[in-house]
């Protein structure tokens, strides 16, 4: 969905944009969004337990119980 929409070309005319203010270019790379899907972290459930597929990660200074959904783009200049 996202390269039909073409929207890792549009973050990275973006990004460049802003390096460009600041001196600094990007020649390409690739852009990944590590979105959290949370999950209950309760064992209060029939089966006593929590979901083995998912664990516990700090974004920013917040732990988090969930997994995460890489999305991610490539774009070259």
Known sequence: MLEKQVLPKKLFETIN???E???RILRGGSIVDATIIEA???TKNRAKSR???M?????GNEWHFGMKAH???????
């Open 17 to 19: 944009t802003v390096l």
């Open 21 to 23: 203010e600041k001196g």
């Open 40 to 42: 209950p972290a309760s």
């Open 51 to 53: 979901d083995s597929e």
């Open 55 to 59: 664990h516990q990660c700090k974004k």
């Open 71 to 77: 999305i991610g783009g490539w774009c070259t200049a």
